[in-house]
């Protein structure tokens, strides 16, 4: 109601996805379809095209659950070029399996299996990343903690050389006196 009030739609928009994703957990797939088009239709009007290509992966896999099999190829065809279009692999990898799922469902068993290559494909390739990332940023830690013990280390090592020059100063003076006498 605030962000209706403020006119902030992009924040109305999130919340209409939000209030269908807690419909679809309920089961109430028509009242989630009312609110993920309600956020469709700020999402087009406000140009925010990551929104709608989200919203329309989760409307297919509501048709898919209401068996609802061209409807949901229609809705997920539409992710699909809207994911591929800003590179969202997250989505289009769910597009993917939707698609796969819907012409399975349909007998359209060569296209079930393309789509479900190209989902397999993509998801490894997801994962790879992730792994690749994960691996990347403990090599990362562990630079750093090298850093610190090096840092230590130096630090250690130059108040021992402090602490050992000190008395020689002292011992160099008294030699340089006894020299004298």
Same mark, same amino acid.
């Given at each position: 109601?605030?962000?209706?009030?403020? $006119?902030?739609? &992009?924040?109305?928009?999130?919340?209409?996805?939000?209030?269908?994703?807690?419909?679809?957990?309920?089961? &109430? +797939?028509?009242?989630?379809?009312?609110?993920?088009?309600?956020? %469709?239709?700020?999402?087009?009007?406000?140009?925010?095209?990551?929104? *709608?290509?989200? %919203?329309?992966?989760?409307? $297919?896999?509501?048709?898919?659950?209401?068996?609802?099999?061209?409807?949901?190829?229609?809705?997920?065809?539409?992710? #699909?070029?809207?994911? /591929? %279009?800003?590179?969202? /692999?997250?989505?289009?990898?769910?597009?993917? *399996?939707?698609?796969?799922?819907?012409?399975?469902?349909?007998?359209?068993?060569?296209?079930?299996? &393309?789509? &479900?290559?190209?989902?397999?494909? +993509?998801?490894?390739?997801?994962?790879?990343?992730?792994?690749?990332?994960?691996?990347?940023?403990?090599?990362?830690?562990?630079?750093?903690? /090298?850093?610190?013990?090096?840092?230590?280390?130096?630090?250690?090592?130059?108040? /021992? #050389?402090? *602490?050992?020059?000190?008395?020689?100063?002292?011992? $160099?003076?008294?030699?340089?006196?006894?020299?004298?006498?």
């Amino acid at each position: 109601k605030i962000a209706d009030l403020l $006119g902030i739609d &992009q924040l109305l928009s999130y919340n209409y996805n939000s209030q269908g994703l807690m419909f679809i957990k309920e089961s &109430q +797939l028509d009242s989630a379809l009312f609110y993920l088009d309600k956020s %469709n239709e700020i999402g087009i009007r406000i140009m925010d095209h990551s929104l *709608n290509a989200y %919203n329309n992966s989760i409307i $297919g896999n509501i048709y898919l659950l209401k068996k609802e099999f061209k409807k949901a190829k229609e809705v997920f065809s539409l992710a #699909e070029k809207e994911s /591929r %279009n800003l590179n969202s /692999r997250e989505v289009l990898k769910d597009s993917y *399996n939707g698609l796969a799922q819907c012409y399975e469902a349909l007998g359209n068993f060569h296209l079930a299996y &393309q789509y &479900q290559k190209m989902y397999t494909d +993509l998801k490894d390739s997801l994962i790879n990343w992730d792994i690749t990332q994960k691996a990347l940023m403990m090599e990362q830690e562990l630079d750093e903690q /090298r850093r610190v013990v090096k840092i230590s280390d130096l630090e250690q090592m130059a108040d /021992r #050389e402090r *602490n050992i020059k000190r008395p020689f100063p002292a011992k $160099g003076f008294f030699y340089f006196f006894n020299s004298l006498n």
